[in-house]
Nanobody, 127 residues
């Protein structure tokens, strides 16, 4: 059973920083496709940042240059470092572990039916 647990969300003022963490259940997921998604009530979920098994990263345009996705394999932890936060970054953030080919075959906002989702961590940016 794959377990994915996010943490690190909170309330921050605009311009501030937060680092989200996502710990997996200990299997070697380094070869998988890892993505941070976010969703706001009433809006569709959107892919924020992705890390493939080659270590290549991709970002949605609105966060590029402000967010950084990375992974510490020894700690089985995926990170999302967020800086220069804006009120429009307010959302529930989810960590997703997916099949490797999703990174290469699909756009950032796609998750397969086989993906494993965490419970999410709330990020609120005040103006």
């Amino acid at each position: 059973q794959v377990q994915v647990t996010e943490s690190g969300g909170g309330l921050v003022q605009a311009g501030g920083s937060l680092t989200l963490s996502c710990v997996d259940s200990g299997y070697n997921y380094d070869t998988y496709c890892m993505t941070w998604f976010r969703q706001t009530p009433g809006k569709e979920r959107e892919g924020v940042a992705r890390l493939n098994h080659h270590g290549t990263t991709s970002y949605r345009d609105s966060v590029r240059g402000r967010f950084t996705i990375s992974r510490d394999s020894a700690k089985h932890t995926l990170y999302l470092q967020m800086s220069s936060l804006k009120p429009e970054d307010t959302a529930m953030y989810y960590c997703v572990i997916d099949l490797p080919h999703v990174c290469t075959d699909f756009e950032l906002g796609h998750a397969s039916d086989f993906a494993y989702w965490g419970q999410g961590t709330q990020v609120t940016v005040s103006s």
